[in-house]
């Protein structure tokens, strides 16, 4: 049901020529009553990569994670 509202308003947004991110609140309210304005948040290219903060995601903290442990592992791992 929430895909199909983003897909809605994402196909509207092209359509006036507009991204996402610039909609107004009550337009993007016409596709889903659940948006709120924080929404806004990860509507641009930084707040999309931040909000992927799980294992492997792409949000900077996680990628500073991914590159501790994968220094552990090299030190662990003598080279031949």
């Given at each position: 049901?929430?895909?199909?509202?983003?897909a809605?308003?994402?196909?509207?947004?092209?359509?006036?020529?507009?991204?996402?991110?610039?909609?107004?609140?009550?337009?993007?309210?016409?596709?889903?009553?659940k948006?709120?304005?924080?929404v806004?948040?990860v509507?641009?290219?930084?707040g999309?990569?931040?909000?992927?903060?799980?294992?492997?995601?792409?949000?900077?903290?996680?990628?500073?994670?991914?590159i501790?442990?994968a220094?552990?592992l090299l030190?662990?791992?003598?080279?031949p």
């Open positions: 049901m929430l895909m199909k509202a983003v809605r308003a994402v196909r509207f947004a092209e359509k006036s020529g507009l991204g996402l991110e610039q909609l107004p609140l009550a337009e993007m309210r016409r596709f889903s009553s948006v709120e304005k924080d806004y948040r509507l641009t290219l930084e999309s990569v931040a909000s992927r903060s799980h294992i492997g995601g792409t949000a900077p903290a996680q990628v500073r994670a991914a501790s442990r220094r552990k030190k662990a791992d003598p080279a």
